[in-house]
C-alpha cells in the first residue's frame, strides 16, 4: 500500500492462514509526523477496500486467540472505536498477537493523552 511519503509504517502484517500470510487482507499502523497516526486495513485482489481509523478514537482492545491461534502463533485483536463506520475493526489471525496488543494499547494512550481525549468522551458519544 502507498502511503504519503511524510508517513512512516510501524507495524504491517497480513492475516494469515495455517500460519502463513497467503491472504489479500494486509494490515498497518501508520504514523505522520504531528499529525495523526491510523490502522488502516486493506482487502481484497480485484475490488479493494481501504479502511482506517484514528488511534485517539479507539477505547478498547481486546485479544481473542483460539487452540488453532496458538498452534501457529496467531491470534485475532478487536478494536473498539466510536468511528460509524467501523465500530468494531478487526485484525485476523495476525502473528505475533500479544506484542502488537500491547504496541496497540500504549499507542491508543500516547494519542488520546497528545488529544486530551478521556473516556467521558467516548461514554457521551455512544449514549447518543
Given amino acids: 500500500m502507498k502511503f ?6 510501524i507495524w504491517r502484517d497480513r492475516k494469515r492462514h495455517l500460519g502463513l500470510p497467503i491472504s489479500f487482507y494486509r494490515y498497518y499502523i501508520v504514523k505522520k509526523e504531528r499529525e495523526w497516526v491510523k490502522f488502516f486495513r486493506h482487502k481484497g485482489f480485484i475490488k479493494t477496500i481501504i479502511d482506517e481509523i484514528n488511534l ?12 488453532v491461534d496458538k498452534i501457529f502463533g496467531t491470534g485475532t485483536i478487536e478494536i473498539a472505536s466510536n468511528d460509524a463506520r467501523a465500530p468494531k475493526f478487526h ?33 457521551l458519544l455512544d449514549a447518543n
Avoid: A, W
Fill in 4 to 9: 504519503d511519503k511524510n508517513c512512516e509504517v
Fill in 56 to 67: 485517539y478514537r479507539c477505547y478498547d482492545v481486546t485479544l481473542f486467540v483460539s487452540f
Fill in 91 to 123: 485484525m485476523r489471525h495476525i502473528k505475533n498477537p500479544y506484542k502488537v496488543r500491547d504496541l496497540i494499547s500504549n499507542m491508543i494512550e500516547i494519542e488520546r493523552k497528545k488529544r486530551n481525549v478521556g473516556i467521558t468522551e467516548f461514554q
